[in-house]
């Protein structure tokens, strides 16, 4: 049994196997020494702790769910736990380890023939090379399926590039950048591997972010970027092999939900039993445990919900509307249990150095991206009702 956490209040931690249950007390430790003590400070200071890359690298997370290139105890229930961990103490760091190990492997892992994954995804499962995943655009988010404005030509034995990414985390200073652009003749969806050092790709940081300001986003700019046909990947042929890696990676997404909702609730909960008013613990306080209790609920909530889809997808029964309900649902949920955690927490909820309110913004970013709330209802409206509505 792990230790007692009150974040846990059904005990699924027990419904996972001892090699489980390891890993995830691994990945718990080493955000609570290496990442909690800094977290704060990167997250103000909008900079990314590259010296915690090596010993994120020691943990041999990377790719867990994908065969052959994971460590052992290979599934995606053990990649739902890993993003909640991650999540439960920094938001930021859980992103950049899902862009990289989800999105950028995964599109990889998917896409790529076999001579693009073994070039890459060993170095990227030791986290020798650092990926990023190029899909949303300036103009254009939610709609992407259809409306990649970036494109690409073939000329002989080469593609070139053009067009501009937008939010595009870790291109900062990615080794690789996955990159989806339109075939300007079949107006198809293609992905490419661009390398770091590329002198058609250009990456500058987003600045003044309200949420994951830890994570580098980037603003890419692709002018006349030349990329070998060695680097297409190989096995995307339309928009349809992107959405497969969207649909993938979106129930990690929903974990991490999990996770941030976890990391504030338990601050919160610790908070209230500490702090005192009218000579109480405010935790004695009818109206501060409902709102406890409103919390608990929601995450136990999500948390089994999860666990569940994580189920589906190991079964390999998964589909997009499972992935959207769960992504929905949770980063819902969560907006509510950060927000009744900064509420019991009076104005020391809105201090950083309270550990709330970082979770309090970076919920937003969870809120909006693989997907936003609305854009999964969609996927969800149409499964049930077989009307799609995304467009009136
Ligand atoms: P828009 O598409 O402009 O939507 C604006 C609003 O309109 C939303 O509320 C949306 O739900 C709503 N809307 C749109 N269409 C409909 C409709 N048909 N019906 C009802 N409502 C609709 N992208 C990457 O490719 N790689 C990354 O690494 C990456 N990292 C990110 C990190 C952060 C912190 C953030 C915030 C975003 C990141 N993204 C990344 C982009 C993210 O996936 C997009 O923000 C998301 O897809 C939404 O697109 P948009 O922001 O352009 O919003």
């Known amino acids: 049994k792990l230790p007692p956490i009150d974040g846990d209040f059904y005990d699924l931690s027990l419904k996972l196997t001892e090699r489980q249950?390891?890993?995830?007390?691994?990945?718990?430790?080493?955000?609570?020494?290496e990442i909690k003590p800094i977290a704060n400070e990167y997250w103000n200071k909008a900079e990314f702790p590259f010296e915690i890359i090596p010993k994120m690298a020691e943990l041999d997370i990377c790719g867990i769910a994908y065969d052959g290139i994971g460590p052992d105890e290979q599934s995606f229930l053990m990649e739902g736990i890993i993003a909640m961990e991650l999540a439960r103490i920094d938001v930021s760091i859980s992103t950049f380890f899902g862009v990289h190990s989800g999105l950028a492997m995964g599109s990889i892992y998917v896409c790529g023939s076999e001579e693009q994954k073994q070039e890459w995804l060993p170095k990227m499962q030791?986290?020798?090379?650092?990926?990023?995943?190029?899909?949303?655009?300036?103009?254009?988010?939610?709609?992407?399926?259809?409306?990649?404005?970036?494109?690409?030509?073939?000329?002989?034995?080469?593609?070139?590039?053009n067009g501009q990414k937008k939010w595009i985390g870790n291109a900062t200073f990615a080794d690789v950048v996955v990159i989806w652009a339109r075939d300007e003749d079949s107006g198809r969806a293609k992905?490419?591997?661009?390398?770091?050092?590329?002198?058609?790709?250009?990456?500058?940081?987003m600045?003044?972010?309200?949420?994951?300001?830890?994570?580098?986003?980037?603003?890419?700019?692709?002018?006349?970027?030349?990329?070998?046909?060695?680097?297409?990947?190989?096995?995307?042929?339309?928009?349809?092999?992107?959405?497969?890696?969207?649909?993938?990676?979106?129930?990690?997404?929903?974990?991490?939900?999990?996770?941030?909702?976890?990391?504030?609730?338990?601050?919160?909960?610790?908070?209230?039993?500490?702090?005192?008013?009218?000579?109480?613990?405010?935790?004695?306080?009818?109206?501060?445990?409902n709102h406890l209790v409103e919390m608990v609920s929601n995450l136990t909530a999500m948390q089994t919900l999860c666990f569940r889809l994580s189920e589906?997808?190991?079964?390999?029964?998964?589909?997009?509307?499972?992935?959207?309900?769960?992504?929905?649902?949770?980063?819902?949920?969560?907006?509510?249990?950060?927000?009744?955690?900064?509420?019991?927490?009076?104005?020391?909820?809105?201090?950083?150095?309270?550990?709330?309110?970082?979770?309090?913004?970076?919920?937003?970013?969870?809120?909006?991206?693989?997907?936003?709330?609305?854009?999964?209802?969609?996927?969800?409206?149409?499964?049930?009702?077989?009307?799609?509505?995304?467009?009136?």
């Open 126 to 161: 030791r986290m020798e090379k650092i990926g990023a995943f190029g899909l949303t655009e300036p103009d254009v988010g939610s709609a992407v399926a259809g409306g990649l404005g970036t494109t690409c030509k073939q000329g002989g034995d080469e593609w070139i590039l």
């Open 21 to 33: 249950r390891e890993i995830q007390l691994k990945v718990r430790h080493f955000m609570e020494k």
């Open 312 to 392: 589906l997808q190991d079964e390999d029964l998964l589909t997009d509307e499972h992935a959207s309900l769960a992504k929905v649902f949770c980063s819902m949920r969560t907006r509510d249990v950060v927000s009744r955690a900064r509420e019991v927490m009076g104005g020391n909820g809105i201090l950083l150095e309270h550990d709330v309110a970082r979770f309090v913004a970076d919920a937003e970013a969870i809120y909006s991206y693989e997907g936003t709330k609305e854009i999964n209802s969609l996927i969800v409206g149409r499964a049930i009702t077989g009307y799609s509505a995304f467009v009136s």
């Open 191 to 205: 992905g490419f591997l661009v390398r770091k050092g590329n002198p058609g790709f250009k990456a500058e940081k």
């Open 207 to 289: 600045e003044n972010k309200m949420a994951l300001r830890t994570v580098q986003n980037a603003l890419i700019t692709m002018k006349d970027c030349r990329v070998p046909e060695s680097d297409r990947l190989q096995k995307c042929e339309s928009f349809k092999d992107t959405a497969k890696v969207l649909k993938m990676t979106r129930a990690a997404v929903a974990w991490q939900a999990v996770g941030c909702a976890r990391g504030a609730y338990e601050s919160a909960l610790k908070y209230t039993k500490k702090r005192e008013q009218f000579g109480r613990p405010i935790a004695s306080f009818q109206l501060i445990q």
